[in-house]
């Protein structure tokens, strides 16, 4: 079969299609992330408290649904993994914003994403964590000549973990899928022993 | 909705966008858009002479208002809200545990929201631009974010439980 995806990068519509089309493919993401309970805060937290792992589960069963698909997809040579935008790879400010960003997510309660949700369904506490990200991306465009050193460390390339390791594409694939049903597993048990109580 | 349904359903929305524009999904570089429109309008010069708010202008005279990532979280907030009346889970409240006032929930929110902003824009992207579309992408920057986050949540879980019970 011919090479033709993605479809965007091939020419195939415009820039205006595609804002179109990411309106589109928003509301896909936002009926999930609401279906799977993500506009509510204390079902996030309870990830961390272990009493309910669904954004594990929703998350990493999203991973695996979307790595399957560009893995097959390019196996047939239909879609082209190589136009596909990867983030480019600065290891030590993505480690540490990881980090503060998991702080975050504790103490606010949401991620971007789902404050977005919750801010729809009429949570108040998303409505304000979305202005605190106004707040903090303000102050850090306002920081940034100082964190810019930082920011930019790193070669900045999109790396991969089958390119950066030497392992066959396919067999990080599996390695994935296999961890991600080894970790379902233990997520049921997990839950069965931190059960909330009244559960 | 079962989580493993719902996980299987954005994926495929994550795979139709990678297969229809060549990106994933994202979240955070719609805030991004809308602090460089506002900082460009009202102040034009600082936000040029800012090159993190300047990566977000674009060409002169387009606007940084037409971002993908802000028409898709437009979308976001849509499908969100039409899955929760669905289910009738719109209403106006503040989630929080019985033992926390509102006034202390919402600024607990609103400094996680800040947190969130910092760590989202040093790791160019949060859970969506990073942790799901980095992870179904295998890039090796987001897998390490994405350990980082969990890492980052559990430590600090158990300081910040009196707001849930």
Redesign the interface.
């Known amino acids: 079969m011919a090479m033709m995806?993605?479809?965007?990068?091939y020419g195939m519509f415009g820039d205006e299609a595609?804002?179109?089309?990411?309106?589109?493919?928003?509301?896909?993401?936002?009926?999930?992330?609401?279906?799977?309970?993500f506009?509510?805060?204390?079902k996030l937290?309870s990830?961390?408290?272990l009493n309910d792992l669904?954004v594990f589960?929703?998350?990493?069963?999203?991973?695996?649904?979307?790595?399957l698909?560009?893995t097959y997809?390019g196996w047939i040579g239909w879609?082209d993994?190589s136009?596909?935008?990867?983030?480019?790879?600065?290891?030590a400010?993505?480690?540490?914003?990881?980090?503060?960003?998991?702080?975050?997510?504790?103490?606010?309660?949401?991620?971007?994403?789902?404050?977005?949700?919750?801010?729809?369904?009429?949570?108040?506490?998303?409505l304000?964590?979305?202005?605190?990200?106004?707040?903090?991306?303000?102050?850090?465009?306002?920081l940034?000549?100082l964190?810019?050193g930082?920011?930019l460390s790193g070669d900045g390339v999109?790396?991969?973990?089958?390119?950066?390791f030497g392992l066959p594409?396919g067999v990080?694939?599996f390695a994935?899928v296999l961890m991600a049903v080894g970790g379902?597993y233990g997520a049921g048990l997990l839950e069965k022993k931190f059960a909330a109580p009244g559960e | 909705?079962n989580?493993?349904l719902?996980?299987?359903?954005?994926?495929?929305?994550?795979?139709?966008?990678?297969?229809?524009?060549?990106?994933?999904?994202g979240?955070?570089g719609?805030?991004?858009a809308?602090?460089a429109w506002?900082?460009s309008t009202v102040a034009p010069e600082h936000a040029r002479n800012?090159?993190?708010?300047a990566g977000y202008l674009g060409d002169e005279g387009t606007s940084p208002l037409?971002s993908?990532?802000l028409?898709?979280?437009?979308?976001?907030?849509?499908?969100?809200?039409?899955?929760?009346l669905l289910?009738g889970?719109?209403?106006?409240?503040?989630?929080?545990g019985p033992r926390v006032s509102?006034r202390v929930?919402?600024a607990?929110?609103?400094?996680?929201?800040?947190?969130?902003?910092?760590?989202?824009?040093?790791?160019?992207?949060?859970?969506?631009?990073?942790?799901?579309?980095?992870?179904?992408?295998?890039?090796?920057?987001?897998?390490?974010?994405?350990?980082?986050?969990?890492?980052?949540?559990?430590?600090?879980?158990y300081f910040?439980?009196w707001?849930?019970r």
């Open positions: 995806a993605p479809f965007f990068k595609s804002l179109v089309l990411a309106f589109l493919i928003g509301i896909g993401f936002g009926f999930f992330l609401e279906r799977a309970g506009g509510s805060a204390r937290v990830q961390f408290y669904a589960k929703v998350m990493f069963t999203a991973i695996v649904t979307a790595m698909g560009v997809l879609l993994l136009l596909v935008y990867l983030v480019p790879t600065h290891l400010p993505q480690v540490v914003g990881g980090l503060i960003l998991g702080v975050g997510f504790v103490i606010g309660g949401y991620c971007p994403g789902t404050s977005v949700a919750a801010t729809a369904t009429g949570r108040l506490d998303g304000i964590y979305v202005l605190g990200i106004f707040a903090g991306m303000f102050a850090f465009a306002e940034y000549p964190l810019k930082f920011y999109g790396l991969t973990i089958p390119g950066t594409y990080v694939v994935v379902f | 909705m989580p493993y719902a996980g299987i359903g954005l994926g495929l929305v994550l795979l139709a966008a990678f297969v229809l524009v060549g990106r994933g999904l979240a955070t719609a805030f991004n809308v602090i506002a900082v800012n090159e993190f708010i037409k993908w990532l028409f898709e979280v437009a979308g976001l907030f849509a499908g969100a809200m039409f899955s929760g289910a889970r719109v209403r106006v409240t503040t989630e929080k509102v929930r919402l607990m929110a609103f400094a996680g929201g800040v947190l969130m902003a910092f760590g989202a824009a040093l790791a160019r992207g949060c859970t969506s631009g990073q942790a799901l579309t980095g992870g179904a992408l295998l890039n090796l920057g987001s897998w390490a974010f994405m350990l980082m986050v969990f890492a980052g949540a559990y430590a600090v879980a910040f439980r707001q849930w």
